[in-house]
């Protein structure tokens, strides 16, 4: 079992920034690929940002290439999103997951709870 706690979100204005925190506890963080996905209402999920178990690569969706930044330290068992110049269509909840090289490709295994994000205009 893994658990995953998301952290960090809040309102926040247009132009401005936000970190996102997951935390992990239970089976082997460091070996995780850990993913940022968001859902606003009405919209499917969206994965914006992964990054692989060791950190030296990571991927983002175009609508926030060069706006956010996913990293983390697996000392910590913590992953990050850190989002800057948000807009308000980056107004979602925001999901952290889990998948390991067992994982069928595209899927994760473990979601956190969510934290939500507001971007006002």
């Known amino acids: 079992q893994v658990q995953l706690v998301e952290s960090g979100g809040g309102l926040v204005q247009a132009g401005g920034s936000l970190r996102l925190s997951c935390a992990a506890s239970?089976?082997?963080?460091?070996?995780?690929?850990m993913g940022w996905f968001r859902q606003a209402p009405g919209m499917e999920r969206e994965r914006v940002a992964h990054?692989?178990?060791?950190?030296?690569?990571?991927n983002y969706a175009d609508s926030v290439k060069g706006r956010f930044t996913i990293s983390r330290d697996n000392a910590k068992n913590t992953v990050w999103l850190q989002m800057n110049s948000l807009k308000p269509e980056d107004t979602a909840v925001y999901y952290c997951a889990a998948r390991w090289g067992t994982t069928p490709p595209g899927q994760y295994e473990y979601w956190g709870q969510g934290t939500q994000v507001t971007v006002s205009s």
């Open positions: 239970g089976r082997t963080f460091s070996s995780a690929g």
């Open positions: 990054i692989s178990w060791s950190g030296g690569t990571t």
